[in-house]
């Protein structure tokens, strides 16, 4: 990067304007202002141009366009935890350092799964349906009844920043805290949560009355919950996923619903976000939102804030604090 005059840096997305502000008193940032997503070639236009480029999730990344990089970008400051939009070792290979934004969305997306986990058993967005459709005729004893919480196993899968802020609200419900993890956590962690570790994640499964999804998408999870693994869930059992939609054979998951093999399930994420699996929108029993979890005003300041503290550090020719990886030349 040329530390001389300010970095080009191009922004994919609309950001919060206090971020964008900012980004444009630091370097020659420029920014998206209609918000539309990146077309592919797009991408391969500002890679070709920027020192920096800033993506979110919806742009992908990949070899096809970081082949087309010029020299001059040697970061990619993702807005956003998950960089699995991002080819991270195409990345490596053309020396260009990659940063996220961990830790600040963990705790609105820990409240928008817990959220998911109250709804589904609880069939919050059912009634509020009927309400409105004119169904509710006074209260009945035998209407809208759902599941309780209180008592049930939850098994969470990764328990890393968000599954551990999980674990601590659904303890407050009332819920025995379960997980699998590729390491085990520290005991006092454990000691904390009230937390059992389950190696085997086939046997966790099976014996759980929710799971919750709070692993990253990489090679090694995509379809980690297989329709073998689906499979194994028992009938009255219920899926939240707040983390990424290819962690779940999402065909399988429809068709276990759909038979009823399946309580519910409450998604914020899709295996082909945006498009949505049409048979997941006619079950009364599923909870779909529009991948929200980190959504709020503070949150996006947070990460916008990350994001600049990156790209300013690293121009400065210092590590950057959220380095996922090195660009190595
Ligand atoms: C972000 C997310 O809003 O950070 C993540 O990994 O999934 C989201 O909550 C999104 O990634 C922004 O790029």
Known sequence: MNTKKKPLVIVTRKLPDAI???????????????????TQGQLIDAVKQADVLVPTVTDRIDGGVLAHSNPNLRLIASFGTGVDHIDLAAARGRGITVTNTPGVLTEDTADMTMALILAVPRRIFEGERALREGQFQGWAPTWM???????????IIG????GSAVARRARAFGLSIHYHNRKRVAPHI?????ATYWESLDQMLARMDIVSVNCPHTPATYHLLSSR?????RPHAYIV?????????????????????????????????????????????????????????EGRLDMGEKVIINIKTFADGHTPPDRVIAGLL
Not at 20 to 32: G, I, P, W, Y
Not at 190 to 194: G, K, S
Not at 229 to 233: A, H, K, T
């Open 20 to 38: 964008e502000t900012r980004m444009m008193e630091l370097f020659d940032a420029r920014l998206n202002h209609d918000d539309k997503a990146f």
């Open 229 to 233: 693994r689906i499979d194994l869930l």
């Open 159 to 162: 328990m890393g920043r968000i």
């Open 145 to 155: 009844l759902g599941k309780r919480l209180w008592g049930k196993r939850l098994g």
């Open 190 to 194: 454990e000691q904390e949560l009230e």
């Open 241 to 297: 996923n707040t983390a990424r939609g290819e962690v779940i054979d999402e065909n399988a998951l429809v068709r276990r619903l759909r038979n009823d093999q399946l309580a519910g399930a409450g998604l914020d994420v899709f295996e082909h976000e945006p498009a949505i699996n049409p048979k997941l929108l006619e079950l009364p029993n599923v909870v779909a939102l529009p991948h929200m979890g980190s959504a709020t005003i």
